[in-house]
């Protein structure tokens, strides 16, 4: 089943090398079947890929069974604990070495697997992944990115930070848009895509202080940096065709998103109710079937599930915890393409390019990474 994740028109689907992704088998709220059968469907299409999956050998080995396709595609990796979704990070970061969460960033922290996925508790996630993958270089605050539905040629607007920390000042808010655009431009197949700095309005007289010092330096190093700035955005441009980028605080991110998915299942649920009130709209909803599903197909969140967390040295997807199925594979394919592109090397010889390369220190026309930042 080929689900809506974003391909980059220059990914590279046919490599003879296998892709080994780790997942986090024990986090997401649907317990392991789910997250085995969004493996299954990837494996359906991605004969590339293979796993290690971190959890209870006991749970996960008699449904692993009944799937032929990941025969000897996946290895178990026992892990006797799981991080409970209201598991404190603290408390996780001192006794959580037995859990499959843990174990599943290890993989990548050895370079066993280049990705790494989990549907768990999103805080304690972090925390694991910042002590055993440590912050990129000139990285002060790792940032969760995702793909936000949009009315760009491309469907979806990156915006960043969403949640991976509620405190940022204006150089944290520039290295989000040097690592935003090194995503656009690798997720998206984007050159130079549009960074706008989300604020109450594009009025240049409001907002915070720090805004207006990361607006001034993000548009100074934005020609340097090869991305395009225009400037303050509000709410309401985050699904448009203005912007590419989206950057901002993970407090104000977060809010927004969870925002976005709570009107997105309001309107979803009017939309049942007006087709389901009476045999005419019943009638109407059989008509208007074929739209209502391209509707359907167009927002939903399933499709685009996986939150990147970008500024550390190794590659985490955050899947949805209640992600079914579709969501998983969605991750799981997200997490495919990032590997096969080489995108956490790039987005790290962008971000230092980017700090080095600063209009505060000097100007340059010469970019060693032009053409692997692609």
Same mark, same amino acid.
């Given at each position: 089943?080929?689900?809506? &994740?974003v391909v980059?028109?220059?990914?590279v689907?046919?490599s003879?090398?296998k892709?080994v992704?780790?997942?986090?088998?024990m986090?997401?709220?649907?317990?392991?079947?789910? $997250?085995i059968?969004?493996?299954?469907r990837a494996?359906n299409?991605?004969?590339?890929?293979?796993?290690?999956?971190?959890?209870?050998e006991?749970?996960i080995?008699p449904l692993l069974?009944?799937?032929?396709i990941?025969?000897?595609r996946?290895?178990?990796?026992?892990a006797d604990?799981v991080?409970?979704?209201d598991?404190r990070p603290?408390r996780?970061?001192r006794?959580?070495?037995?859990t499959s969460m843990?174990?599943?960033?290890e993989s990548?922290?050895?370079?066993?697997a280049? &990705?790494a $996925?989990?549907?768990?508790?999103t805080?304690a996630?972090?925390?694991?992944a910042m002590i055993?993958?440590?912050?990129?270089?000139?990285v002060?605050r790792?940032?969760?990115?995702?793909l936000w539905?949009s009315?760009?040629?491309?469907?979806?607007?990156v915006m960043?930070?969403?949640?991976?920390d509620i405190?940022?000042d204006a150089?944290?808010l520039?290295?989000?848009?040097?690592?935003?655009?090194?995503?656009a431009r690798?997720g998206l197949?984007?050159?130079q895509?549009?960074?706008?700095?989300?604020?109450?309005g594009?009025?240049?007289h409001k907002?915070k202080p720090e805004?207006h010092?990361a607006?001034?330096?993000i548009?100074?190093?934005a020609?340097?940096n090869k991305?395009k700035?225009? =400037?303050?955005?509000?709410g309401?441009d985050i699904?448009s065709?203005?912007?590419?980028?989206i950057?901002t605080?993970g407090?104000?991110?977060?809010?927004?998103?969870?925002?976005?998915e709570?009107?997105a299942n309001l309107?979803?649920?009017r939309m049942?109710?007006?087709?389901t009130?009476?045999?005419?709209?019943?009638i109407?909803a059989?008509?208007?079937l074929?739209?209502?599903r391209?509707?359907?197909h167009k927002?939903?969140?399933r499709q &685009?599930?996986?939150? $990147?967390?970008?500024?550390?040295?190794g590659t985490?997807?955050?899947?949805? =915890?209640a992600a079914d199925?579709?969501g998983?594979?969605?991750?799981?394919?997200?997490?495919?393409?990032?590997s096969?592109? =080489?995108?956490?090397e790039?987005?790290?010889?962008? &971000?230092?390019?980017?700090?080095?390369?600063?209009?505060d220190?000097h100007e340059?026309d010469?970019d060693p990474?032009v053409?692997s930042?692609k």
């Amino acid at each position: 089943m080929q689900t809506g &994740v974003v391909v980059n028109p220059k990914f590279v689907q046919n490599s003879s090398a296998k892709t080994v992704i780790s997942i986090d088998a024990m986090g997401g709220d649907h317990g392991v079947g789910v $997250v085995i059968d969004g493996m299954v469907r990837a494996a359906n299409t991605l004969p590339e890929i293979n796993f290690i999956l971190h959890g209870r050998e006991q749970e996960i080995s008699p449904l692993l069974s009944k799937h032929k396709i990941l025969k000897e595609r996946v290895q178990v990796r026992h892990a006797d604990d799981v991080v409970k979704m209201d598991d404190r990070p603290s408390r996780i970061m001192r006794h959580g070495k037995s859990t499959s969460m843990w174990s599943s960033l290890e993989s990548v922290r050895q370079k066993e697997a280049s &990705v790494a $996925v989990s549907c768990g508790n999103t805080g304690a996630l972090m925390a694991i992944a910042m002590i055993r993958l440590r912050k990129a270089q000139g990285v002060k605050r790792p940032a969760i990115a995702i793909l936000w539905p949009s009315l760009n040629p491309q469907g979806f607007n990156v915006m960043l930070d969403v949640g991976a920390d509620i405190r940022a000042d204006a150089q944290d808010l520039k290295v989000f848009a040097l690592m935003g655009a090194s995503y656009a431009r690798n997720g998206l197949g984007l050159e130079q895509p549009r960074i706008g700095l989300l604020n109450v309005g594009t009025e240049d007289h409001k907002g915070k202080p720090e805004l207006h010092e990361a607006n001034d330096i993000i548009a100074a190093d934005a020609t340097t940096n090869k991305f395009k700035y225009v =400037g303050f955005v509000e709410g309401g441009d985050i699904p448009s065709d203005k912007v590419d980028v989206i950057v901002t605080d993970g407090f104000t991110g977060n809010v927004a998103l969870k925002t976005g998915e709570g009107t997105a299942n309001l309107i979803g649920f009017r939309m049942r109710e007006a087709f389901t009130r009476n045999i005419f709209s019943k009638i109407s909803a059989l008509l208007a079937l074929r739209n209502l599903r391209y509707l359907r197909h167009k927002i939903d969140p399933r499709q &685009v599930n996986g939150g $990147v967390f970008l500024g550390l040295n190794g590659t985490v997807i955050k899947s949805h =915890g209640a992600a079914d199925a579709t969501g998983v594979e969605a991750a799981i394919r997200l997490a495919f393409q990032l590997s096969q592109l =080489g995108f956490n090397e790039k987005l790290a010889a962008r &971000v230092a390019y980017g700090l080095q390369n600063s209009q505060d220190n000097h100007e340059t026309d010469d970019d060693p990474i032009v053409g692997s930042d692609k």
